[in-house]
């Protein structure tokens, strides 16, 4: 079975630094197209960013770049999502999702992780 | 960047028609998805290319394309069709967008 798992809720304060994964299953991770949906409380979906497992081609949405950094490591078929001082605001569910094939921006994200809750609050 | 525009809400009775658009002004030159999404769960792909629909989606759900406009159609409406919807377009360069999202409430 096709799967992306997400690590687990969590709670922080602001200032603290945080890093999620999303490991994936059940097919070649390398090549697909892996990124990342915040959805705040009640609110839509947003696209933050994306990441070729391949290469580590990267692309980032302009709102959120140099907010937080997306990775992936190959060899263990896991992408990450961190942020090295978080803030109230990013209070969200964060969802990874794949690219069905093909290049960049060309296919749907036909698969979704569970998704890891991040509560910042002091 | 640019934005893709659905309405808030759309209600409809069981075995009704709904329809949900989607308008952007990219939408002539790019593919568009739809995605259900239900209280407390991930979203699912419900329509991709447009047109087509995954293996293990109902026939009642359908996808059209006309200029600036897509149209997510649910044929014969159930009550476990109450849910979020959004469309997503992307393109070559890799900028992504999602649409403003509609409840689709089951009266």
């Known amino acids: 079975e096709v799967q992306l798992v997400q690590s687990g809720a969590e709670v922080k304060k602001p200032g603290e630094s945080l890093k999620i994964s999303c490991k994936g299953s059940?097919?070649?991770?390398?090549?697909?197209?892996i990124g990342w949906v915040r959805q705040m409380p009640g609110k839509g979906l947003e696209w933050m960013g994306i990441?070729?497992?391949?290469?580590?081609?990267?692309r980032y949405r302009p709102s959120f770049q140099g907010q937080v950094t997306i990775s992936a490591d190959k060899s263990i078929s896991t992408a990450y999502l961190q942020w090295s001082s978080l803030k109230a605001s990013d209070t969200a569910m964060y969802y990874c999702?794949?690219?069905?094939?093909?290049?960049?921006?060309?296919?749907?994200?036909?698969?979704w992780g569970q998704g890891t809750m991040v509560t910042v609050s002091s | 960047s640019y934005e893709l525009t659905q309405p808030p809400s759309v209600s409809v009775s069981p075995g009704q028609t709904a329809r949900i658009t989607c308008s952007g002004d990219?939408?002539?030159?790019?593919?568009a998805y739809w995605y259900q999404q239900k209280p407390g769960q991930a979203p699912v792909l419900v329509i991709y290319?447009?047109?087509e629909r995954p293996s293990g989606i109902p026939e009642r759900f359908s996808g059209s394309s006309s200029g600036t406009t897509v149209t997510l159609t649910i044929s014969g409406v159930q009550a476990e069709d109450e849910a979020d919807y959004y469309c997503?377009?992307?393109?070559?360069?890799?900028?992504?967008?999602f649409g403003t999202g509609t409840k689709v409430t089951v009266l």
């Open positions: 999702v794949r690219q069905s094939g093909g290049g960049i921006g060309t296919d749907a994200f036909d698969i």
């Open positions: 059940g097919y070649n991770f390398s090549n697909y197209w």
């Open positions: 990441i070729y497992p391949g290469d580590s081609d990267t």
């Open positions: 990219a939408l002539p030159k790019q593919y």
């Open positions: 290319k447009d047109t």
């Open positions: 997503q377009s992307a393109d070559s360069s890799g900028t992504y967008v």
